[in-house]
T-cell receptor
Framework: SQQGEEDPQALSIQEGENATMNCSYKTSINNLQWYRQNSGRGLVHLILIRSNEREKHSGRLRVTLDTSKKSSSLLITASRAADTASYFCATALSGGYNKLIFGAGTRLAVHP | DTAVSQTPKYLVTQMGNDKSIKCEQNLGHDTMYWYKQDSKKFLKIMFSYNNKELIINETVPNRFSPKSPDKAHLNLHINSLELGDSAVYFC???????????????FGPGTRLTVL
């Protein structure tokens, strides 16, 4: 089945810097979502972008979607130590039952 | 006031045992899910119920049996536990809106299952 792939697998930056994570997928989607998982916790929804949208913002988050390249990116601006977590992209397939296919995630470490 | 709760949080058991994990959501959602997250953090859907009806059933051993007594609860029973079942199991819920399936899912805190 389709699976998202994320890049990089791990990212280490200093507070105040921007963090960019990329996600690629294989087949047509209804939407793409980004989730955050803090260590030992459940996933928290960050942002959803539909297949007919190209860019979306939420606070310090900016998500882009390029359906021609089957890729998305998540940009976190002015990162904080509290942003340290794993970030997952998840694709909802066209015509599916809200079945989300998750990527392997990017582990982000933000150092004070 | 946890939105999606799971019990237990940790479960340690011997191979061959049968165990259950419970999930409850107080968000009023009509759809619930079970996911398995392996040691490499890869998250994969197992089952989904909409209004107590099974709608997603991935290629999961039939030792795993979900049960939804009502829209707010989705339990997972596992028979004859194996070493490979060790993982973190997450419950999630969502609400179908205007006939559209693909919407935000809300996750529980997870149940870490260790099979010895």
């Amino acid at each position: 089945s389709q699976q998202g792939e994320e890049d990089p697998q791990a990212l280490s930056i200093q507070e105040g810097e921007n963090a960019t994570m990329n996600c690629s997928y294989k087949t047509s989607i209804n939407n793409l979502q980004w989730y955050r998982q803090n260590s030992g916790r459940g996933l928290v929804h960050l942002i959803l972008i539909r297949s007919n949208e190209r860019e979306k913002h939420s606070g310090r988050l900016r998500v882009t979607l390029d359906t021609s390249k089957k890729s998305s990116s998540l940009l976190i601006t002015a990162s904080r130590a509290a942003d340290t977590a794993s970030y997952f992209c998840a694709t909802a397939l066209s015509g599916g039952y809200n079945k989300l296919i998750f990527g392997a995630g990017t582990r982000l470490a933000v150092h004070p | 006031d946890t939105a999606v709760s799971q019990t237990p949080k940790y479960l340690v058991t011997q191979m061959g045992n049968d165990k259950s994990i419970k999930c409850e959501q107080n968000l009023g959602h009509d759809t619930m899910y079970w996911y398995k997250q392996d040691s490499k953090k890869f998250l994969k859907i197992m089952f989904s119920y909409n209004n107590k009806e099974l709608i997603i059933n991935e290629t999961v051993p039939n030792r795993f049996s979900p049960k939804s007594p009502d829209k707010a609860h989705l339990n997972l029973h596992i028979n004859s536990l194996e070493l490979g079942d060790s993982a973190v199991y997450f419950c999630a819920s969502s609400q179908r809106m205007a006939g559209r399936w693909a919407d935000t899912q809300y996750f529980g805190p997870g149940t870490r299952l260790t099979v010895l």
